[in-house]
């Protein structure tokens, strides 16, 4: 069902969207030591599953617009043993695959979207998703959807997928449902059910049936949750435009878009961080670039928008079921913080 609600062949359940992302990488029999090129802004797993795999992440710097990729840089980045692309949709904003996804085909990369923060949206007449060879879903609590925890893998190529999901259980090469009901038959005299070989090292990274009960459900409200997104995202757009220190993080395009955050861009991120926790807002940052920290500084070369623009942002409250009342008080306190200074600046200009 995920499949054809994405547009593609096949599609993996997985326990998180980590795991997808590492069986992504795992699809291919890459050499070890061979980079990774991954934006310096995202979560950690999109990092972490390249090492997971033996491999090395190479940081492309992001834009600082639109917090995705930054396609000069990424340009410039690429070495001859760079082997995969992992683009993420940061926030749920699109990276801008028309561009990308030429140019990594001519170098013969895997390219992997890492759709964690987005579900179902459609990026120049096309899902998400449906750009590059696999894409990575994330059904945690916090995500567009949720089965608790969990992650899809989406592709075309059958290979890969049986692969997948020999590696997604055990390593095994018969898939122990097709197996069991293969032997049901009253005609049929198949008493090979029990019989399978474990022919990968595999991992124990299957979605379970109760988290894929909880998916259905999930997977039939998803374009009201996505519509209610964007309908709370106009309200904070436009209750915020008059405000000259706080601007949207992200160039919001809210047709048939799937947003997962609502961030602004501030100088002063730390006095409004602080200013909305007084309002009893709650705020988050997205990210600090990844080779800021320990496991990854040695990988930071040459990440200039990265270091500086993550400084300027923060995350608001933002989930479909955010009340008009919250999201007008939270629009208030926004215009409260930005009229304080202004009125700072005017004083500070006499
Ligand atoms: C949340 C997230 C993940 C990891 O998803 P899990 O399902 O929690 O493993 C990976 N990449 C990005 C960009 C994310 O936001």
Not at 183 to 208: A, Q
Request: proline share 3%; hydrophobic share 35%.
């Amino acid at each position: 069902r995920f499949a054809k609600f994405i547009g593609c062949k096949y599609a993996v359940a997985v326990n998180s969207c980590t795991a997808a992302l590492h069986l992504s990488i795992l699809s291919n029999n890459f050499k070890k030591g061979k980079k990774v090129l991954v934006p310096a802004i995202t979560f950690s797993a999109t990092a972490a599953s390249v090492l997971y795999s033996g491999l090395e992440p190479k940081f492309v710097d992001v834009n600082p617009n639109n917090l995705t990729l930054d396609f000069e840089d990424l340009k410039k980045k690429y070495s001859k043993d760079c082997v995969a692309l992992i683009c993420v949709h940061m926030g749920g904003h699109p990276c801008e695959m028309e561009k990308i996804l030429p140019w990594a085909k001519k170098k013969k990369l895997l390219v992997i979207e890492d759709c964690a923060e987005t579900c179902g949206a459609i990026y120049k007449g096309r899902k998400l998703g449906t750009w590059s060879d696999i894409s990575c879903f994330s059904f945690e609590e916090k995500k567009i959807m949720t089965t608790g925890d969990g992650g899809m893998i989406c592709l075309n190529n059958k290979n890969k997928f049986n692969k997948i999901k020999s590696l997604s259980f055990h390593g095994w090469n018969k898939d122990p449902w097709q197996r069991h009901q293969k032997s049901f038959g009253k005609k049929n005299y198949y008493t090979d059910h029990w019989n399978y070989e474990i022919v990968n090292l595999g991992y124990k990274y299957n979605m379970n049936d109760l988290m894929a009960a909880i998916g259905i459900a999930q997977l039939k409200k998803i374009n009201i949750l996505n519509k209610k997104r964007s309908n709370i995202l106009k309200k904070y757009l436009s209750g915020i435009k008059n405000c000259k220190y706080i601007k949207p993080a992200y160039p919001y395009t809210l047709k048939n878009s799937s947003y997962w955050l609502f961030s602004v861009k501030t100088k002063y991120r730390d006095e409004l961080i602080n200013f909305m926790k007084l309002k009893n807002i709650s705020t988050a940052v997205h990210f600090v670039p990844l080779p800021l920290n320990k496991i990854y500084k040695k990988y930071n070369k040459n990440l200039k928008n990265a270091m500086k623009v993550w400084k300027k942002i923060v995350s608001l409250p933002f989930f479909p079921d955010l009340e008009n009342k919250k999201i007008n008080y939270i629009i208030n306190c926004l215009n409260q913080f930005d009229k304080k200074i202004n009125n700072f600046k005017n004083y500070e200009n006499i």
